[in-house]
């Protein structure tokens, strides 16, 4: 029995004491829950549905958990129903309901942790978004890791999820980036204001080989050419590192369309309808204090120039405009100031800034190698770049490492420790779980020892402590899943494979014996705990998919 089950199980012993009793069963929800007991001496589950309910129909809540629990005790699957405190119900299923689980999860395979907890919701998720002056810094990497999990969370929740990369080809930054490349053909220093590293020698040889003639060109025209074909070789590239960390984006949108379509214009047109807009000094400014922010915001400069805040509200808009309810938005540790114009610019939009605007700000990342921050890239030159951390400890551990953390802290990732192949490595300890699974999968075939058929499955023969304590802990998934989706917290599922399932496996393959010892017949109690074991194997291999690492079957 899943806790979703249970759950309804316990909805309908309501319905039937209200009948009883004749309460008026509109005071009932349309649905409920149950949790797990902090302590394990307290039952399998545990139910506050009395103490909801008491208040609202003049029962005392310990007299209508005696009688819920009267009647969850005549229902099939439930061992017993215990009244604790003021009137929490725990509850114990019988072996039986309990190891059913295993069968559920194996029979549903990689969909077993869905669920529609937020079906209806179209979610435009916007991630990593780094200017294409240079390759992914590790900070960006970090938004790879985690925004891509949580595209994967949500649309494994029901929401339909648009993710996005937001790049500049326009603006000061730009221009630095085409000065830069111009003095790296020519031979000179870089800028004083300009980038450095070997990728800026890389592509403006690219260039080069691309445009002989470019450095005939008198200098506007030259630095052109290399803004527009330096910009197209510096995004390809990061497009293609971001591909090889497996991160794909449904759309990559170009901050130059929005001013070439005339989006900026749009944007200040209806914002002017919406009252929010005066000029003063020649400038064209939004009043984002009267929805507190710190000060107003420029949109159009004096001499016509657009600030990049105005493109920030007419790509809002044009999000909004293709029909996403939410617009989820991820930013480094320096951008923190955003959040409240951004949340202000919503609101003079005429939009509720806590539900159609999210902000999400992630920390700083170090690497460290022999306890010391490595500081610079050998071919960036002033950052750690995503290559290097890949070079350094592998896609599987960086993406693992990248989204174990709650993105507002900040992280230290020590090479030495996500490259050894131990316990204490915490990708490690779950992949190499999911390897176990495996093989005890293949030497089970090797023995003769198969699952059998699903209406043979006795799941009331798992009833070792340490089966129940694993069934418990699988059961689990769906309510992590859902709770990490809504709350943003992919290093949820993460904690959860290793605390939960690792540990509990662990323990389970130390205590209960899976295959048969040489000679020995096989019984019906190695074909359930063969069930138990993949049903395992389909939660690890579920959980580390979802945060976008692999789960092999050998390590």
Same mark, same amino acid.
């Given at each position: 029995m899943t806790p979703a089950? %249970?759950?309804?199980?316990?909805?309908s012993a309501a319905h039937a004491v209200f009948e009883d009793r004749g309460l008026d069963r509109s005071a009932l929800p349309a649905q409920t829950t149950v949790e797990r007991p902090r302590s394990p001496e307290h039952g399998d589950y545990a139910s506050t549905l009395a103490l909801q309910l008491s208040k609202r129909v003049g029962v005392p809540p310990r007299e209508l958990a005696a009688a819920l629990a009267d009647q969850l005790g005549r229902a099939p699957g439930i061992k017993s129903v215990e009244i604790a405190g003021p009137g929490f119900l725990n509850i114990r299923l019988d072996a039986a309901a309990a190891g059913q689980l295993a069968k559920v999860i194996v029979e549903a395979g990689p969909a077993y942790g869905?669920?529609?907890?937020?079906?209806?919701?179209?979610?435009?998720?916007?991630?990593?978004?780094?200017?294409?002056?240079?390759?992914?810094?590790?900070?960006?990497?970090?938004?790879?890791?985690?925004?891509?999990? %949580?595209?994967?969370?949500?649309?494994?929740?029901?929401?339909e999820v648009g993710t996005e990369y937001y790049f500049n080809d326009a603006g000061s930054q730009i221009d630095r980036f085409a000065r830069s490349l111009l003095a790296a053909a020519q031979g000179q220093p870089a800028p004083e204001d300009g980038y450095g590293g070997a990728y800026i020698a890389e592509i403006a040889a690219e260039v080069i080989k691309r445009r002989p003639e470019v450095l005939d060109l008198a200098e506007?025209?030259?630095?052109?050419?290399?803004?527009?074909?330096?910009?197209?070789?510096?995004?390809?590239?990061?497009?293609?590192? %971001?591909?090889?960390?497996?991160?794909?984006?449904?759309?990559?949108?170009?901050?130059?369309?929005?001013?070439?379509?005339?989006?900026?214009?749009?944007?200040?047109?209806?914002?002017r309808e919406q009252g929010h807009l005066y000029e003063s000094e020649g400038a064209t400014w939004l009043r984002t204090t009267d929805f507190g922010d710190d000060k107003d915001r420029v949109l159009r400069k004096s001499n016509g120039e657009w600030t990049y805040f105005a493109a920030d509200c007419a790509y809002y808009l044009d999000k909004r405009e293709r029909g996403f309810e939410r617009v989820v938005i991820m930013l480094g540790a320096d951008h923190h100031g955003?959040?409240?114009?951004?949340?202000?610019?919503?609101?003079?939009?005429?939009?509720?800034?806590?539900?159609?605007?999210?902000?999400?700000?992630?920390?700083?990342?170090n690497l460290l190698r022999d306890g010391a921050p490595v500081r610079m890239s050998k071919r960036a030159g002033t950052v750690v770049t995503l290559e290097d951390l890949v070079d350094a400890i592998g896609v599987d551990a960086s993406r693992y490492a990248l989204a174990r953390y709650s993105s507002d802290s900040p992280i230290d990732i020590d090479v030495e420790l996500w490259t050894r192949a131990k316990n204490d490595n915490p990708v490690f300890y779950v992949q190499y779980v999911g390897a176990r699974t495996a093989s005890v999968g293949r030497n089970a075939a090797e023995v003769g020892l198969s699952r059998g058929d699903a209406d043979e499955f006795r799941p009331e023969l798992l009833a070792h402590e340490k089966e129940n304590e694993l069934l418990k802990a699988l059961a689990e998934f769906p309510a992590v899943v859902a709770t990490a989706a809504e709350l943003r917290e992919p290093h949820r599922v993460a904690r959860y494979l290793e605390q939960r399932v690792a540990q509990s496996y662990h323990r389970f393959y130390d205590n209960c014996r899976i295959l048969p010892r040489g000679?020995?017949?096989?019984?019906? %109690?190695?074909?359930?705990?063969?069930?138990?074991?993949?049903?395992?194997?389909?939660?690890?291999?579920?959980?580390?998919?979802?945060?976008?690492?692999?789960?092999?079957?050998?390590?």
């Open positions: 089950e %249970l759950a309804e199980v316990v909805l869905g669920s529609d907890a937020l079906a209806g919701q179209r979610i435009n998720l916007e991630f990593v978004s780094a200017n294409p002056t240079g390759p992914v810094h590790i900070g960006g990497v970090r938004w790879a890791a985690v925004g891509d999990a %949580l595209s994967r969370l949500l649309r494994a929740t029901g929401a506007a025209a030259a630095q052109e050419v290399f803004r527009v074909e330096g910009v197209e070789l510096m995004f390809a590239e990061i497009k293609a590192s %971001l591909h090889d960390f497996g991160v794909e984006f449904d759309t990559y949108f170009n901050e130059k369309d929005l001013h070439d379509r005339g989006e900026l214009d749009k944007a200040l047109d209806r914002l955003y959040i409240g114009r951004m949340k202000a610019m919503a609101a003079c939009f005429g939009d509720d800034p806590d539900r159609n605007l999210e902000i999400l700000i992630g920390q700083l990342v000679d020995e017949e096989v019984t019906d %109690l190695h074909r359930a705990r063969l069930w138990l074991n993949d049903a395992t194997r389909v939660v690890i291999a579920n959980g580390l998919r979802l945060l976008g690492v692999s789960a092999p079957e050998r390590m």
